[in-house]
């Protein structure tokens, strides 16, 4: 059974930074497509950002130039640096790991999920 826990998510003010990171146990996340995505308050899962094995690190239009993904394959995790932040980014940010298929902003199309981490963000 693969279980994958997020971290690092606060309250933080407008403009400020934060960085969550995602581990796995038992798979590689450097051998599989895996992202980011995040539930603000009353709406639906949206997808952040993703590291794929052909294309790198992409992007969601709202957090380009804000948000950075990267792997640290010595320790095995998925972190999501995000800076100037704003109240928009405000929810529940979930890792989703093992792509299936399809592109990388869909939900469904991701195997293991963590229990998502908490941020939110003031004006």
């Known amino acids: 059974q693969v279980e994958v826990v997020e971290s690092g998510g606060d309250s933080v003010q407008a403009g400020g930074s934060l960085r969550l990171s995602c581990t796995a146990s038992?798979?590689?996340?450097?051998?599989?497509?895996v992202a980011w995505f995040r539930q603000p308050p009353g709406k639906q899962l949206e997808g952040v950002a993703a590291f794929l094995s052909d294309e790198g690190a992409v992007y969601a239009d709202s957090v380009k130039g804000r948000f950075t993904i990267s792997k640290d394959t010595s320790k095995n995790t998925l972190d999501l640096q995000m800076d100037n932040l704003n109240p928009g980014d405000t929810g529940v940010y979930y890792c989703?790991?093992?792509?299936?298929?399809?592109?990388?902003?869909?939900?469904?199309?991701?195997?293991?999920w963590g229990q998502g981490t908490q941020v939110v963000v003031s004006s």
């Open positions: 038992t798979i590689s996340m450097s051998g599989f497509d």
């Open positions: 989703a790991t093992v792509k299936k298929s399809g592109n990388w902003f869909t939900a469904v199309n991701y195997v293991y």
